[in-house]
């Protein structure tokens, strides 16, 4: 499993105060505490609305000093991107595109040759589609312009949105639809998803997204937006992995226990 940090996010309110004062110390620590609860790539987003590319490479600048990990640059605009994910030392992913204006027409050549990967949301113009028939539409006009642009499928994330479970009249059907369909079409590519997105206003939300991480990864996720911090979660991720058969002899879970990555916390 691909597992993006979540924690070097402004729209979380501790992180948002370490922005608007400038506290290095506090961003370098969700760095290294990500790093050392097994992150692949660490996210990296300011959530402001004035001096945003600055405030990014401040950010991208206190992570790289203390983490080698690839950052996945976040933001809404293309153009902070554009702007932005030259200046990181070395190769990660753009989060994100999606069929919405001309983001993906500013991306996609900007990255195609290189080994930059991509977030790429199953939306468009008209908003989230409600069906899987049509963010399955959204998805064919994005591989459209990946093969365009000559992005591989193994360099895209495709995002399909996950949306409060409370708010569905059949669960998670819709998104295991879309999840199965692409992987079965394209074997390579990378399905990601921001895990928490399925809990928001239920009770007990841990609870929901432990469930929906299995049968997410069931259905062919790969990849998550996440806290690596969570040892349950990123115990059930190893155990599913494990019995998805996607763990010659169970060897991952058992370094990650003895590594004290998942299981009871070692003193």
């Known amino acids: 499993m691909i597992i993006i940090g979540e924690k070097i996010n402004g729209s979380i309110p501790p992180v948002a105060k370490a922005i608007a004062e400038r506290d290095a110390e506090f961003i370098k620590q969700r760095a290294i505490m990500q790093d050392e609860a097994g992150a692949t790539y660490l996210d990296c987003c300011a959530s402001v609305e004035k001096d945003e590319v600055e405030t990014l490479k401040w950010m991208i600048d206190c992570i790289q000093e203390v983490s080698d990990l690839?950052?996945?640059?976040?933001?809404?605009?293309?153009?902070?991107?554009?702007?932005?994910?030259?200046?990181?030392?070395?190769?990660?992913?753009?989060?994100?595109?999606?069929?919405?204006?001309?983001?993906?027409?500013?991306?996609?050549?900007?990255?195609?040759?290189?080994?930059?990967?991509?977030?790429?949301?199953?939306?468009?113009?008209?908003?989230?589609?409600?069906?899987?028939?049509?963010?399955?539409?959204?998805?064919?006009?994005?591989?459209?312009?990946?093969?365009?642009?000559?992005?591989?499928?193994?360099?895209?994330?495709?995002?399909?949105?996950?949306?409060?479970?409370?708010?569905?009249?059949?669960?998670?059907?819709?998104?295991?639809?879309?999840i199965t369909t692409i992987r079965e079409q394209y074997p390579s590519i990378h399905i990601t998803a921001a895990i928490s997105n399925i809990s928001f206003n239920l009770p007990v939300r841990k609870l929901v997204n432990l469930g929906f991480t299995v049968l997410a990864m069931k259905a062919g996720l790969d990849s998550g937006i996440l806290d690596p911090t969570n040892r349950d979660l990123l115990g059930v991720i190893y155990a599913t992995e494990a019995l998805l058969g996607l763990d010659d002899y169970c060897m991952e879970y058992i370094s990650a226990y003895r590594d004290g990555l998942i299981g009871p916390k070692k003193d």
């Open 70 to 178: 690839p950052i996945a640059v976040d933001s809404p605009s293309a153009d902070v991107l554009l702007e932005v994910f030259p200046y990181v030392k070395r190769p990660g992913i753009i989060n994100s595109v999606s069929m919405e204006g001309d983001k993906v027409d500013k991306i996609f050549p900007a990255i195609a040759n290189t080994k930059w990967e991509v977030i790429a949301l199953l939306s468009d113009d008209t908003g989230i589609p409600k069906s899987a028939a049509d963010r399955l539409k959204v998805f064919d006009k994005l591989m459209a312009k990946a093969k365009e642009y000559g992005i591989a499928p193994n360099r895209i994330h495709i995002d399909p949105l996950i949306e409060m479970l409370c708010t569905s009249e059949d669960g998670i059907a819709m998104i295991e639809e879309v």
